[in-house]
């Protein structure tokens, strides 16, 4: 690939195309991102280097940013509307609410807190670029045990067929 670029010819675009590509951004596609990025973060938190909390918090980040962003999309949300929630997790947890995401997978409050204290360091993307002094952060069991909850629990309403729209039915 790299003898091709530098050649001159032109690479094909893969995971770039897909945020512009608005038949491919659906919701069995965020779901599917969103399992992969809870195995990476699984992976790496389970591994034999327990150096790695930063990361590992931001990968669970994105699964649940996505696996939220797949449930909007089943339940009706307009890519303009999801593009307008960009990363924040406090703000698509609150929309998902809004469309019934509690019926599929329940929120605790202490999962709520959980999100917000994850979003203080997630949206404002110190959790992928060096701030200087104390951050609290969450544990990375806690975010483990809600990011496979969320996704495990939207599976089967994420990967259906079945559109479903805004008032869940």
Known sequence: ALRAKAAGARLPQTLGAVSDNLTRSTAVGYWHFASQY?????????????????????????????VLKAFLLKRGLLHQE?????????????????????????????DIALIQQLDQVYATHRLRYIVVGH???????????????????????????????????
Do not use: F, M, W
């Open 38 to 66: 809870l195995h990476a973060a699984d992976t790496l938190r389970n591994s034999p280097s327990r150096q790695s909390a930063v990361p590992v918090l931001q990968l669970y980040g994105q699964a649940i940013e996505l």
């Open 82 to 110: 999801l593009r307008k929630l960009s990363h924040s997790l406090v703000g698509l947890v609150s929309t998902a609410r809004r469309r019934k995401l509690g019926i599929e997978a329940p929120l605790s409050r202490r």
């Open 135 to 169: 951050t609290d952060l969450p544990t990375l069991e806690s975010v483990a045990d809600l990011s496979s909850r969320l996704v495990e629990g939207l599976a089967a309403l994420c990967t259906s067929p079945a559109p479903v729209g805004a008032n869940g039915a």
